[in-house]
């Protein structure tokens, strides 16, 4: 059997996710169910409740004043960033039973919290609209890693260590070693799940957005929000490969996120860096304790 073969029976077995809540992913999906009876079933969970809270209190979303009811934080962060931390709290819950874990979870959620904490302020800097489920596919863009981890723990700890020795990016090792990357196996299980396919493209094409056709502006966002979150001090691991700002600014990738009405070159892009340094550093740790 081959490498891949090998891959798509075992992914084939995943189970399907198990929604925790699945009783307020009903509601949500119900537009004439009142914001107060959402709050109601959320404060009967406690962390779930204290997650939301913190969310809606983070310097990104600007708010003046201290958010401090569930009902105040759902109409602040709207229906469909609610629906992200949902899925992203099952999701972490659903992959994080193994006794070992090569890659350190606190440091991945981080980056994943941060990246779409990014990814909303980039969709206000450039007023592009946040496209539903934009802020999903930022929170679990990364969530082939810990399935690999997961189902491919050795071939998982092989990938670590080489990044660890060689600075290479996860892509690069990850075809090395299984032949398949995090965003392909992310995808397919995703798509098992019947998730949203603007969803799943958006975590495709996380490292690619100039592949997507459909979802061009939301895709350079994802990206872009990624590789920021890297920048200002998040990346997955410490020793993933490094990106340089003014080479980056100089690349191909840039040029087609320019094309695509993105107003930016490199003093555009470094004060972004500084705003969003800045952010995230309002930010202490609050936020980022939510999927500990
Ligand atoms: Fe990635």
């Known amino acids: ?108 959620w981080h980056h994943s919290i941060i990246c779409s904490q990014i990814a909303k302020h980039l969709s206000l800097h450039f007023k592009t609209g946040g496209e539903d489920g934009l802020f999903l596919a930022a929170l679990i863009h990364d969530m082939g890693k810990i399935i690999f981890d997961r189902y491919f723990h050795d071939e998982f700890i092989t990938i670590i260590d080489t990044i660890r020795e060689e600075h290479e990016s996860f892509s690069m090792v990850e075809k090395r070693v299984l032949g398949a990357t995090h965003y392909q196996i992310a995808a397919k299980i995703m798509q098992q799940w019947n998730f949203p396919e603007s969803v799943t493209m958006l975590v495709f094409y996380h490292h690619a957005p100039w592949q997507d056709k459909n979802h061009t ?19 997955c691991m410490e020793e993933e490969k490094k990106i340089d700002v003014t080479s980056f600014c100089k690349s191909k990738a840039m040029k087609y996120i320019v094309q695509n009405g993105f107003d930016l070159d490199e003093k555009k892009f470094r004060t972004l860096i500084k705003n969003i340094r800045k952010l995230v550093a309002d930010e202490g740790r609050s936020i980022l304790s939510i999927f500990q």
């Open 1 to 108: 059997m081959d490498k891949i073969e090998k891959i798509i029976r075992k992914i084939e077995q995943i189970p399907t996710l198990p929604i925790v809540s699945r009783h307020i992913m009903t509601l949500l999906e119900d537009d004439e169910v009142p914001l107060k009876k959402i709050a109601e079933v959320i404060e009967k969970d406690m962390a779930l409740a204290a997650n939301l809270l913190k969310i809606a209190n983070s310097p990104f979303y600007g708010t003046l004043s201290k958010i401090s009811s569930i009902d105040h934080a759902i109409a602040i962060l709207g229906i469909s960033e609610v629906k992200a931390m949902l899925m992203a709290s099952s999701i972490h819950h659903f992959f994080s039973t193994p006794e070992t874990h090569s890659l350190d979870r606190k440091r991945f």
């Open 217 to 235: 502006t939301s895709s350079i966002i994802v990206y872009l929000a990624n590789i920021l979150a890297k920048i200002v001090g998040y990346p």
